[in-house]
């Protein structure tokens, strides 16, 4: 126990007098807490769109003015014909083209209906997609409004239609934010938890103090203890910090109960600090460890559904993603945090973390070897 | 019963099966300073990690102390102290704050064993509030051998504790492990610096792995077995040139500003020499007939 007290006192020592750890405790919270949010946004905006409209009637005005009234699309500009408007999708200026052909107006009334013609640039596949859509939303609602304008004059409310209403639970105004500050403050829980810990034990390797710890009584079991412990509180320091900060900034207050969040980082810290030091047993030195965690952490963020949502992933980036503890504090956070989901609702994921922590400290307590 | 004993101990590395350690067998004196010399890579570092339990041999099988390096590791751990050449504290922690730790971990404290370090951590207490990495070389070796020593290890373990460090450092260095084997400390010292050598009660030539010698300095010296003389040049390169390609009887090598020239059968005389010499170089160079140091043993017995 006295091993294991000094083993304590001497790594936060260390901790404390290293002012680059420190500071990077301190303020990747907040930074990343006061940028990502409001970049990692999923809603589309700012489409470029390219209007060819060979009808200059009333319709087609209200058409364009119409789709530029929605906010999503900004009007780049007018062309004679569709081969020029290509060739500003070919310039990337257009996200867009939009072809009104001659006679819109006067065949829809004449001849009740009329095509247009949509252009999608899909190099950026999440905004051609969206992009479409919308548009084709809009296209369908100002025909909506015209067959009403058209129909009562004639026959007034005949049209039979589902008129659909959503309500969002949870998350009422869909709001991005709160969607993905719990993401981050996994993200940030996993890089301080995985990160620190590798390159600590590495250093400690690479320096060669090792060989000086490892020919003293220090047991295998008290030098990992020594550690873990602090790399855990570290962890929930920097959550405590990060969950403050997003309730300053964002307005973010846990639905759920705080106990459940941190009986949950507590295991789940535990897991990850495990991965660390499995890491660390088998890098030589601070850089080898800090590219393996790098690897792990671009596949452990972009398999999370922190960006993108699991169900929509191929069965085999499906299983990885179950794999991935990332994924599981990330539905825990947001489950807790947006939910207010209570102990029970998170057994699962306690018990998956759980088997991880278990697997991950045995595999590394096994491969590292105090006799070199 | 002997501080050290080694029996047969080979160690290898890699799929070549390089050798580092090629089964050595020899015997440490409880209370002996012990020295290993040899040049860098002829094993002596590989030897000490062994004995030091950070290592499995191979093969064979060592003791320290009556207790067996791969058994009883975890007691001899609490046994020995160890400096392992390339300095390894923390240099985020201040020099107190280093030898409090180590002093913990052992279960001890500095007061407890103060005696033992007082004369060297006196030097050091004006620094004690300094961070290990920021002192010089020479106290970073005094702050390691008073680390490796606060736990009043029976047995000391030094891997090249000289290497890098000044002469007067040195000279002090050597000074202060007199002291502690007056104390009954057995101490294994290695080291690259052949006039260290002289210090040790005993000392082994190691090359490669294998042991060429081991005795102490004195007789090892006395079983010099050739006539060695020394000649003092300013062109040593020629000199070696034409004494190499006058005769096989002898053989010479630069040492200093001297070049040694030992000659290995007496068909050939110094005096024949000289006169080459005298001939070839400058007349006014003199051969003069000198006493080997270890490195003119070491030398000759990489020849045979």
């Known amino acids: 126990m006295r091993t294991l007290k000094y083993l304590l006192i001497k790594e936060f020592k260390q901790i404390f007098r290293n002012k680059a750890i420190i500071g990077i405790i301190m303020v990747m919270p907040m930074i990343q807490l006061l940028i990502l949010p409001h970049a990692a ?13 060979n009808d200059h009637s009333t319709y087609s005005r209200n058409l364009v003015s ?72 809009i296209i369908r609602e100002y025909n909506n409004t015209l067959r009403a304008e058209l129909l009562s004059v004639d026959k007034p409310a005949s049209s039979r239609a589902i008129e659909i209403t959503t309500a969002n639970w949870f998350n009422p105004g869909l709001d991005y934010k709160s969607y993905m500050v719990p993401g981050i403050l996994a993200i940030l829980v996993t890089m301080v938890g995985g990160f620190l810990t590798a390159l600590n034990i590495v250093k400690e390797k690479e320096v060669g103090t090792i060989e000086q710890i490892n020919v003293t009584p220090i047991r295998k079991s008290q030098f990992i203890l020594g550690k873990l412990i602090p790399f855990w509180i570290l962890g929930n320091v920097v959550f405590t910090i990060g969950l403050t900060l997003s309730w300053l900034i ?64 191929p069965g085999w980036a499906k299983a990885l993603a179950h ?47 105090k006799t070199v | 019963m002997s501080a050290i004993e080694v029996k047969g101990i080979s160690k290898w590395y890699g799929k070549q099966k390089q050798i580092a350690v090629n089964s050595l067998t020899f015997e440490v004196k409880k209370g002996e300073v012990f020295g290993l010399i040899g040049p860098d890579g002829a094993g002596k570092t590989s030897l000490f990690r062994i004995l030091t339990t950070l290592l499995l041999p191979d093969s064979g099988n060592a003791r320290v102390d009556g207790l067996d390096v791969v058994k009883d590791f975890r007691e001899i751990r609490n046994r ?36 033992l370090i007082r004369e060297i951590y006196i030097q050091l207490e004006p620094f004690k509030e300094r961070r290990a990495g920021k002192l010089s ?32 450092s040195r000279k002090e260095f050597w000074e202060m492990l007199g002291r502690l084997k007056d104390q009954g400390i057995t101490i294994m010292v290695s080291t690259p610096y052949m006039d260290e050598a002289a210090k040790c009660d005993r000392i082994a030539l190691i090359q490669k792995g294998d042991i060429l010698a081991i005795d102490t300095p004195e007789n090892i010296i006395n079983s010099f077995p050739e006539k060695l003389y020394r000649v003092q040049t300013e062109d040593t390169g020629r000199m070696l040139k034409i004494l190499s390609e006058y005769s096989s009887g002898l053989y010479a090598y630069a040492s200093g500003e001297y070049v040694h020239i030992a000659f290995n059968d007496n068909l050939i005389s110094p005096q024949e020499i000289t006169i080459v010499l005298r001939e070839h170089i400058s007349s006014e160079v003199s051969p003069e007939e000198i006493r080997p140091n270890i490195e003119d043993c070491f030398i000759h017995l990489l020849r045979a």
Not at chain 1, 41 to 53: F, W
Not at chain 1, 325 to 351: C, H, N, W
Not at chain 2, 143 to 166: M, N, Q, S
Request: a negative charge; hydrophobic letters at 45%.
């Open chain 1, 41 to 53: 946004n999923y809603e589309v905006k700012n489409i470029n769109l390219v209007v060819v409209d």
């Open chain 1, 250 to 313: 964002y307005g973010i207050v846990p639905q759920g109960s705080l106990f459940v969040i941190y009986a949950f980082i507590a295991v789940y810290l535990v897991a990850i600090l495990g991965f660390g030091l499995l890491v660390s047993t088998y890098s030589e030195t601070q850089q080898q460890a800090m590219f393996i965690m790098f690897f792990f952490m671009m596949m452990f963020i972009l398999l999370s559904g922190l960006f993108t949502s699991i169900d929509s992933m």
């Open chain 1, 66 to 137: 119409n789709i530029t009234g929605s906010g999503y699309f900004q009007l780049t500009g007018n062309c004679q014909s569709f081969k020029q408007a290509f060739s500003e999708i070919e310039a990337d200026k257009a996200d867009l083209v939009l072809e009104i052909p001659a006679n819109f107006e006067k065949d829809l009334i004449r001849e009740q209906s009329q095509s247009l013609f949509i252009a999608v640039n899909a190099i950026n596949g999440t905004k051609a997609n969206l992009g479409a859509s919308y548009l084709s939303r």
């Open chain 2, 137 to 168: 070389g020479g106290m970073k070796q005094k702050l390691a051998l008073c680390c490796a020593l606060i736990h009043k290890p029976t047995v000391l373990f030094l891997d090249e504790p000289t290497t890098g460090v000044d002469p007067v």
């Open chain 1, 323 to 369: 794999i991935n503890p990332v994924t599981y504090i990330i539905e825990v956070f947001r489950m807790v945090i947006l939910k207010g989901s209570g102990l029970k609702d998170i057994l699962p994921q306690i018990a998956v973390i759980s088997v991880g922590a278990v697997l991950l400290n045995t595999w590394a307590v096994r491969n590292y070897r």
């Open chain 2, 80 to 115: 020995i102290g160890y400096m392992p050449g390339r300095f390894s504290l923390y240099q985020d922690l201040t020099v107190e704050e280093n030898l409090n730790f180590f002093a913990t971990i052992f279960g001890t404290s500095i007061e407890e064993n103060y005696n």
